[in-house]
Structures are given as structure tokens and as C-alpha cells.
């Protein structure tokens, strides 16, 4: 189910995947996950109310639903996730689906959460859609993504190595969302009060090739369909490697890799929320409020 404006960009198939290929040793790479699960509940604090009934939706190990244990009211949370090895391992109330095809009947749950998984949606739009539609009445959706500067240091390199190497470029690391799309789109699904922002986190490494150890390793590797097929050369990588310390490396000789946190959150419509004055209803007309803006100037 794609909606009209929503492209055809990753192989989902190719995401469950390696995402089940990532699950024997996930634990040894799930730093990342760990640290945006912690940021997501310090946010969730911030709720003045419980949340009974949760869906972790892009669950991986269920590290979003053991950092929410005995907090915010939690009674039962039930994982999802596109993978079924991970979705075993997720918790004892789990389920394996796609993102994009929620099987949950409306008015399901009061809190959504998602840590890391919806950057590897098509179709974001139709996704927003049916989390809203799996909410109850004033439920919150609270998200985390990637967004579009993550790993810009490791894509400059390969683009450039590429361009050496084999004398043309092909898409090496997979896309992802600007805060400003995202946004719209958290509109556009029905949402009240939409709220997207950001922050970075830096990680270091001793050389590009622990790094992509790692994405491997997180589940986190290109999947975009128009990828080239045939792995990369060992000499686009070294060569890929070769730049990345020269242009990125500390003092120390670790190198840093970025990564963009776009956090979503957002309200499920209902009558008791907080709402947007009608077009015409100020009290002090436009034009009497900017002459004494200007007034005030002089």
C-alpha cells in the first residue's frame, strides 16, 4: 500500500533480511539503540500521564520495551517488528509485520513508540497514517528516526572512492528523511500537536572499517534498491578508508561518524486537546497590532 506522493526507494525484503542476519549478535552492536531508547523515555517523563497499553513498533531486540519496564504505567506492551527473529526475541507478546501493513484493529493503543526503524519505510506517509489510526482517542505516538545527515562523513568517502575507482557512483549508504519532510508528513497523517526535532550523536571509531562492522552488525546496511549488486572492490573500500582518516581522523587517530536523531511526537485527535483559533477570532485585529509594533519602534 503506497500512497501516491511515497516512492519505491528500499528493498524491504532485503531490510528483514539482514535484519535476522543481525540478530545472533545484535547485543554487541546496540549501543546506539540503547542510548535513543534512554532519550526517548527521558522525553516520555516529560508526559504527565501513564500509557497501560504500548506498541513498540520496529521493536529489533526489545530494547525500547526493556528500557520502559515499570515505567509510565506500562501494564502491556506488545513488540512488532519487520523481522521475525528479532520479533522471538522481542518480547513475549510479539508479532512480525511490516511497518507499512499494521495488523492492528483502530483505537488499539494508548502509546506508540519506535526506536530507529521507520527510516527503512516507502511508504512514511500510509505508516504515520495507520500508527495514528492504532491509536486511542488523545493516544501519543513518540518516534525516532534517522535523519539526512547521518553517516555524511562515510558517504563523502565512498562517493569520492567510487568516482576514483570505478569511474562513476552508485548508492552506497541509503537515504534519509530532513527534519522539515518530516514534519509535513506528521501533519499530513492527521496528528495533533506535531512536534519533530533533532539532535546529533557522535561516535568515534579507530577506522571506517569498524564502522561498517557495526552498521553491519545494527542491521543497518544499504538496502536501497537502486544499489549496485556486486559487493564493493577491497579497493573502493581501502581506498574509501584511505580518506575517511585523512579527512576525518582526531588527534588521537579515531575517526567520527555522525548521526542525526529526528525525534516525532504527536497526539492522536480528540476533543479535549488543545485547539487552533478560528481565522478572524483575535481579539486585536492584525492591522491595530502590527501599528502598535510599528509605534513602538519609533
Known amino acids: 500500500m503506497t500512497t501516491p506522493d511515497s516512492m519505491t526507494v528500499f528493498d524491504r525484503a532485503l531490510v528483514r533480511r539482514r535484519r535476522d542476519r543481525a540478530v545472533p549478535a545484535f547485543a554487541e552492536h546496540a549501543f546506539l539503540f540503547e542510548e535513543v531508547a534512554e532519550r526517548l523515555v527521558d522525553r516520555l517523563e516529560d508526559v504527565a500521564r501513564p500509557f497501560p497499553t504500548v506498541l513498540d513498533l520496529g521493536a529489533h531486540d526489545g530494547v525500547m520495551g526493556r528500557t520502559l519496564r515499570g515505567r509510565k504505567g506500562v501494564e502491556t506492551l506488545v513488540a512488532c517488528d519487520l523481522a521475525p527473529g528479532f520479533a522471538r526475541r522481542a518480547g513475549p507478546l510479539a508479532v512480525a509485520a511490516d511497518e507499512e501493513f499494521l495488523p492492528f484493529v483502530p483505537e488499539t493503543f494508548d502509546l506508540v513508540v519506535s526506536n530507529l526503524s521507520l527510516h527503512w519505510v516507502n511508504d512514511l506517509p500510509g505508516a504515520l497514517v495507520q500508527v495514528r489510526q492504532a491509536l486511542k482517542p488523545d493516544g501519543f505516538f513518540c518516534a525516532a528516526m534517522l535523519g539526512g545527515e547521518t553517516l ?33 508528513l506528521m501533519q499530513r497523517a492527521g496528528f495533533a500537536l506535531p512536534v519533530v526535532d533533532s539532535d546529533v550523536i ?35 573500500l581501502f581506498d574509501a578508508a ?42 486585536v485585529p492584525l492591522g491595530e497590532a502590527l501599528k502598535g509594533s510599528a509605534e513602538k519602534l519609533q
Not at 555524511?152 to 537515504?175: F, I, K, N, Q, T
Not at 561498517?212 to 546496511?221: A, N
Not at 579515531?254 to 481579539?283: D, M, N, V
Request: glycine share 10%; net charge neutral.
Open 242 to 283: 584511505r580518506r575517511y582518516a585523512e579527512r576525518y581522523a582526531e588527534p588521537d587517530g579515531r575517526i567520527e561518524a555522525t548521526f542525526q536523531i529526528l525525534y516525532l511526537a504527536g497526539w492522536s485527535p480528540h476533543e479535549s486537546q488543545q485547539q487552533p483559533l478560528k481565522p478572524g477570532c483575535g481579539e
Open 202 to 236: 557522535t561516535v568515534t571509531y579507530s577506522d571506517a572499517f569498524r564502522l561498517m562492522r557495526d552498521l553491519r552488525g545494527m542491521g543497518e546496511t544499504n538496502a536501497v534498491l537502486a544499489r549496485r549488486k556486486v559487493p564493493a572492490t577491497r579497493a573502493l
Open 152 to 184: 555524511l562523513e562515510l558517504r563523502r568517502c565512498l562517493y569520492e572512492a567510487e568516482m576514483e575507482v570505478a569511474g562513476g557512483v552508485s548508492p552506497r549508504v541509503s537515504p534519509f528523511a530532513e527534519i522539515r519532510d518530516v514534519g509535513g
